[in-house]
């Protein structure tokens, strides 16, 4: 054997892979031409680094101030443009809806739902299914005071158990989620569940760590193919297990619901979805069982955790600002009085509520970056070009804290949307609580509604203290999907 040309010849090959490696790393590490600026990143990797055990918040907010209100960078392999400020946002997402309005799909929206339902579909196929499902829960009640027995029902059943503290501390997360998502539960599957049953409750803490787990620059998002790893360093087997159990928990209610359907009685979204099944065509994608699922999970996540979330910063905030508690009281007690629930006819009365809950949402801020849209094609905007492929994600955090839009953005001030005739003055237009455009999040109604029922109901029985003089909630925030605030506990007392 000529052991000289062996020896070339594995020269020869390492010299090849080296080039190949270089090739690809810079490859990797190229931007294209005229794209929004941004920070260039590693090779494979991009600027996940950035984004690791940080506050994407405070990265995104450093990154428009050297760079721009648009800006790119690459989180792993996916290029992400960040749209930032009030101006950019409603050229993007609302004069040019047309072409920001799609979704850049992901692993679980491709493997687990076959990019159906509503949150992650595109195009002509998301327009009819969102189109079809307003309908269906309007016919509902959805957005119609007809709901607001449903929602009392719930809010009663929430004070009794807070109630039933009796002032000692408490953690009210829980029985918020429970009390919240017992509404969707009555709207898609037509009835509630006790807050003790065991399949209730699993359910709510499955899209509650799916929440937590699912990050702006998690692994799942741009390495999905690391679920083949052994272990679960990145949690990614953990979301897919604990997706697949939700699905499992739907799929066995559509299943009931199909067994047991009377066409002239339709109890609930479910049914009335079976029934536009039947008229139509068996091939339709629109109509299959598996659009039914993404929809109805959809639904639980635009209307559950957010909405809990959403109460537990505003009592956050009024263990903090008791003179803003006091305040919402008397409101309450001058339009309401106490001898009945609050309801929906007496919202209108009610200005320094609308102010206060429009601060809670600017504050609370759960959704900053709202849900990622993609680029179906090239786009041209403000004289870059967005390629194909690319992940678009609006920063309404850049808005919720515009120092511009809100003076001292930083201080809880519910004034800030009142007139000196103390009604509301316009400003609270500006808050993008429910994202905005086309993609604006699909239950906002039922979101205010709930928001307003359970906020003055909980305000008109009790005082709400800190666990102790010395121990108050943190104000700072755990960031996954969204914006939740750190576990607590509180005192409510019941006032004389």
Request: charged share 25%.
């Amino acid at each position: 054997m000529d052991f000289t040309l062996l020896f070339s010849f594995n020269e020869l090959t390492v010299a090849i892979a080296v080039i190949l490696l270089i090739l690809l790393v810079s490859r990797s590490l190229q931007r294209p031409a005229n794209i929004p600026p941004g920070p260039s990143g590693y090779p494979i990797i991009g600027c996940m680094p950035l984004l690791r055990n940080a506050n994407p918040l405070d990265v995104f907010r450093k990154l428009r101030a050297q760079y721009g209100d648009v800006f790119s960078l690459k989180i792993g392999q996916k290029l992400t443009v960040v749209i930032n400020g009030s101006d950019a946002l409603k050229e993007a997402f609302v004069k040019r809806a047309d072409e920001f309005s799609d979704r850049p799909g992901s692993f679980i929206s491709e493997r687990l739902f076959q990019n159906k339902g509503i949150g992650a579909s595109s195009g002509e196929y998301w327009k009819q299914t969102r189109t079809y499902s307003i309908s269906i829960l309007r016919n509902l009640g959805f957005g119609k005071r007809s709901l607001e027995s449903r929602v009392q029902e719930e809010v009663t059943a929430y004070l009794d158990i807070i109630e039933k503290q009796d002032g000692r501390p408490y953690d009210v997360k829980e029985v918020t989620v429970l009390a919240i998502s017992n509404i969707i539960c009555s709207i898609t599957f037509g009835n509630r569940f006790e807050f003790s049953d065991t399949k209730f409750k699993r359910l709510t803490s499955l899209f509650a760590e799916n929440f937590r787990l699912n990050t702006v620059g998690g692994a799942i998002r741009s390495f999905p193919g690391l679920r083949h790893l052994p272990g679960d360093m990145f949690s990614i087997k953990k979301m897919i297990k604990n997706v697949e159990d939700i699905k499992a928990f739907v799929g066995e209610q559509i299943l009931e619901h199909r067994n047991t359907f009377e066409e002239e009685n339709e109890r609930d979204f479910i049914d009335a979805f079976l029934s536009e099944q039947k008229k139509h065509d068996k091939e339709d994608p629109i109509f299959d069982d598996m659009n039914l699922t993404a929809i109805v999970i959809n639904l639980f996540i635009a209307g559950t955790d957010t909405t809990a979330t959403m109460i537990r910063w505003a009592i956050v905030y009024l263990i903090y600002n008791k003179d803003i508690q006091d305040k919402l009281r008397q409101e309450i007690e001058t339009v309401v009085g106490t001898s009945r629930l609050p309801s929906l006819a007496d919202k209108s009365s009610m200005p320094y509520y609308e102010a206060f809950i429009t601060e809670v949402f600017r504050m609370g801020n759960i959704a900053p970056l709202s849900v990622p849209h993609g680029a179906k094609k090239d786009i041209t905007f403000r004289g870059m070009v967005i390629p194909k492929g690319s992940v678009i994600i609006p920063n309404l955090n850049s808005v919720m804290e515009d120092p511009v839009l809100f003076e001292n953005p930083d201080k809880f001030r519910p004034e800030r949307f009142l007139g000196d005739d103390g009604q509301l003055n316009g400003k609270e237009k500006t808050v993008m609580a429910f994202s905005l455009g086309r993609r604006v999040c699909l239950g906002e109604s039922l979101a205010r509604m709930e928001l307003f029922l359970y906020m003055t109901s909980l305000l008109q029985r009790f005082e709400i203290l800190p666990e102790s003089p010395d121990k108050f909630p943190s104000l700072e925030a755990n960031f996954g999907l969204g914006r939740a605030c750190k576990d607590y506990k509180c005192r409510v007392i019941k006032l004389k």
